[in-house]
Each structure stands twice: as structure tokens, then as C-alpha cells.
């Protein structure tokens, strides 16, 4: 979940996925799902609809598919994941750009279930650094992430919450998270993470408390010095 004062996450779920809907309220309870809204706009499905709304966004992730075209029609910045299709062929164009995530790029498999999501990830993250620099909370527990903490996180200047609790992150926590001035809590339990050997944060308080036997399974709670 990647939050700020004024935006949050929405699906935009057609008929086939409709059923979808409570599994990913459950798991996101500030989702909005505008085109299930049929106290608004009654039964049935619009492109137009679609574009309009999709002009509201800051991203979107979308596999190829007729809703990821009518979101680059409201010139929305676009993640495209694409599988068995040929992406130079039938990308969405869009004047917030278009970057194309394909399966094959991670293996022979044209399933778009091979596409791991730490690549996914980073090319949301690059991008919202972009179009919505303003993130307050960045939540991405138990999404089974894999690799190291991006440097670039802490390129979010004003970033309160920082969860990646629960993954396979791995390495060094990156140096500069301290300098963040707004970041109030850090959740790295779960993970094999280290601090670094030369880390001196200004913290009034530095809680460092171990998740499982693992010396480097970390959570940090901390709060800074204004």
C-alpha cells in the first residue's frame, strides 16, 4: 500500500473480476473500486467512463488489456505487464509513458505469473517518485520481495512509515534512511538485514528487536530529532 494525505489505492475490476472485490477489500480496506459503484453509475461498463476516471490517477499498473489502453487514453503514467502477446506490437501509448514489464524478460514462460513483483515494485516506485513524490506511508509487507532495499527510497523526502517487514530482502539497510527527517516508523522484521557498520542515526529513540533466531531479521521503531 502507498499512501499520501490525498490519494489511495483503487482497482478497476471488470465484469469477469468482480468477484474479486471482497478478497482485495479485506487485504486493502482503503481501496476504492470505482467501477463497481453501480449506486453511481447504475449496471453496465463504459470506456469512457474508464478514460475519465483514469485521469484521476497518479499510476497504473495494468496487464494488456482493453482497461490498461483506456487508462493510457486519460494519459495516465502506465506499468504494462504483458505475457503471451508481443509487446512492441500492442503497448498502450500514453503521454505519461508507458513502461513495458514482459514475462520473457524473467525466463522461457509467456505466463505473466513468472513476472516477479520486485521488478514491479521498483518501476512503481520510480515512477511515483515522479508523479507523486509526496508519499507519506509505504507499506509492502509479506510480498514475498526479494533482492535489497532500493536506495532510492529515501528519495521520498517526506515518508513517515516505511513497512517491508515479512519478505526476502536481503544485504545492508541502505545509509541516508536516517536523514529522513519525517520518518517515524521502519519495519524490517522477517527479512536478512543488517545495519550498517557505519551508521550513526540521530535518533532519540532506537529500538532494534529481533522477529526470529536470526541476528539479522530487524525492526526498527525510531523517532527523530526535529
Same mark, same amino acid.
Given at each position: ?7 489511495? =489505492? ?36 463504459? =470506456? ?5 476516471? %483514469?485521469?484521476? $490517477? ?23 505487464? @504483458? ?8 503497448? =498502450? ?13 524473467? %525466463? ?24 507523486? =513524490? ?7 509487507? %509479506? ?6 532495499? +532500493? ?24 545509509? %541516508? ?5 519525517? $520518518?517515524?516508523?521502519? @519495519? $524490517? ?6 545495519? +550498517? ?10 529500538? $532494534? ?18
Amino acid at each position: 500500500m502507498l499512501n499520501r494525505p490525498d490519494a489511495v =489505492p483503487a482497482f478497476f475490476l471488470g465484469p469477469d473480476e468482480a468477484d474479486w472485490r471482497d478478497e482485495i477489500a479485506a487485504a486493502v480496506p482503503s481501496a476504492l473500486f470505482p467501477e463497481q459503484r453501480q449506486d453511481i453509475w447504475g449496471e453496465g461498463f463504459s =470506456p469512457l467512463r474508464a478514460i475519465a476516471l %483514469g485521469q484521476c $490517477l497518479s499510476l497504473a499498473v495494468s496487464n494488456d488489456c482493453g482497461t490498461g489502453h483506456m487508462l493510457a487514453a486519460a494519459d495516465c503514467p502506465l506499468i504494462s505487464l @504483458f505475457g503471451p502477446t508481443e509487446a512492441e506490437k500492442f503497448k =498502450p501509448i500514453t503521454a505519461g509513458g508507458c513502461q513495458v514489464i514482459h514475462a520473457l524478460d524473467f %525466463g522461457d514462460s509467456v505466463d505473466m505469473d513468472a513476472i516477479p513483483v520486485r521488478p514491479v515494485l521498483d518501476a512503481v516506485l520510480q515512477k511515483l517518485l515522479l508523479f507523486a =513524490p509526496g508519499l507519506k506511508t509505504i507499506s509492502l509487507s %509479506g510480498n514475498h520481495i526479494t533482492g535489497t532495499i +532500493p536506495s532510492f527510497i529515501r528519495s521520498f523526502v517526506v515518508l513517515e512509515v516505511l513497512c517491508l517487514d515479512a519478505n526476502r530482502i536481503e544485504g545492508t539497510i541502505p545509509g %541516508g534512511l536516517e536523514k529522513l527527517e519525517h $520518518l517515524e516508523c521502519l @519495519f $524490517l522484521g522477517g527479512n536478512q538485514l543488517s545495519l +550498517p557498520h557505519d551508521v550513526t542515526p540521530s535518533f532519540t529513540q532506537l529500538v $532494534l528487536s529481533f522477529a526470529s533466531t536470526r541476528a539479522t531479521d530487524v525492526i526498527v521503531v525510531f523517532s527523530v530529532v526535529s
